[in-house]
């Protein structure tokens, strides 16, 4: 089954403790993104990737850190989270930035 | 830099009325336009796009028309279903890979 998956699911972590949230997908897409869910303020862009090897900055990159050494692998890593990245994340990939893209099924991430 | 407008929710409509979502765009170039949907729980699915001026994009009875003379991607459905509420997402995507969402639009169908 084509699919983006996400882990994991639901995390609660305390401040500045590091943490990696894994996403892959199995449909051989060049292109992968994070985005945030925020209430009011839609999904906005963390980072996304145009190919292996190649990431650049989305709209809110600040306190992120993400890497693509593998097509079908894009973690996203909070290096120290703060309270203010408590918030729905999602994966998507697409064939390119211009093709539709597959979401995940999200993480709730909460930061105390 | 590239934005997305679109209308406020809550919308509530009956079922098998006519539903309008507006949403109007700022980007340079030529953007790729879309429509998604988030049903409650779950993460966001193509609803339909559109790649150049001009085109409607159709799916599932919803259409949408690319209209660069007035920057705008309206959602229209003639007949809605219970089945419609959600969460509608307009978006854009330039060529150089970033993405724009608008906040979203809920929309309540009742029986």
């Known amino acids: 089954e084509a699919q983006v998956t996400q882990n994991p699911r639901y995390l609660i972590t305390v401040t500045g403790k590091k943490l990696t949230v894994t996403c892959s997908q199995n449909m051989n897409h060049e292109y992968m993104s994070w985005y945030r869910q925020d209430p009011g303020l839609g999904l906005r862009q963390i980072y996304y990737s145009m190919n292996v090897e190649v990431t650049d900055k989305g709209d809110v990159p600040e306190g992120y850190k993400v890497s693509r050494k593998e097509k079908r692998n894009f973690p996203l890593i909070l290096e120290s989270p703060s309270p203010n990245q408590t918030s729905l994340y999602f994966c998507?990939?697409?064939?390119?930035?211009?093709?539709?893209?597959?979401f995940g099924p999200g993480t709730r991430l909460t930061v105390t | 830099g590239n934005s997305v407008t679109q209308m406020e929710g809550p919308v509530t409509l009956s079922e098998e009325a006519f539903l309008t979502i507006n949403c109007t765009y700022t980007?340079?170039?030529?953007?790729?336009l879309f429509w998604y949907v988030q049903y409650p729980g779950e993460g966001l699915q193509l609803l339909l796009k559109?790649?150049?001026?001009?085109d409607k994009g159709s799916n599932k009875g919803f259409e949408a028309t690319y209209r660069k003379e007035t920057t705008s991607f309206h959602l229209e459905k003639g007949s809605v279903q219970v089945s419609d509420s959600a969460v509608y997402f307009c978006?854009?995507?330039?060529?150089?890979?970033?993405?724009?969402f608008g906040a979203g639009t809920q929309v309540v169908v009742t029986p």
């Open positions: 998507a990939s697409s064939l390119t930035e211009t093709y539709e893209q597959y």
């Open positions: 559109a790649t150049k001026a001009d």
């Open positions: 978006a854009l995507s330039d060529s150089w890979g970033k993405l724009q």
């Open positions: 980007a340079t170039g030529y953007p790729s």
